[in-house]
């Protein structure tokens, strides 16, 4: 399966934003879940949230509960990430992935990758 991520940009604190991750080649349901993940400057990668495509079930870390949101579009063989009350420690560049199984919040498990947006939040 290949992921295309998209929509990030440059935003100030306590505004949002919209990631989309769109897959061809499979489905995310036939891959059965979806997960998101970030880079920042000088950080080790970080698991951000994650869906159970079938259940659509999701799964947050601590640091984004309450502020992210993830959903997915059947039709559209899409999954998003809805990015509120972002702050600057939440600039990083955002990768979607996809695996087979539940989700997980080891990146290492996760062998579809798409290529990477990045978010900038200016204080």
């Known amino acids: 399966v290949q992921l295309q991520a998209s929509g990030g940009g440059l935003v100030q604190a306590g505004g949002s934003l919209r990631l989309s991750c769109a897959a061809s080649?499979?489905?995310?349901?036939?891959?059965?879940?979806a997960g998101w993940f970030r880079q920042g400057p000088g950080k080790e990668r970080e698991f951000v949230g994650a869906?159970?495509?079938?259940?659509?079930?999701?799964y947050y870390a601590d640091s984004v509960k309450g502020r992210f949101t993830i959903s997915r579009d059947n039709g559209k063989n899409t999954v998003y990430l809805q990015m509120n009350s972002l702050k600057p420690e939440d600039t990083a560049v955002y990768y979607c992935a996809a695996r087979i199984g539940i989700y997980s919040a080891y990146s290492q498990r996760y062998p579809y990758w798409g290529q990477g947006t990045q978010v900038t939040v200016s204080s």
């Open positions: 080649g499979r489905t995310f349901s036939s891959v059965a879940s």
């Open positions: 869906i159970n495509w079938n259940d659509g079930i999701t």
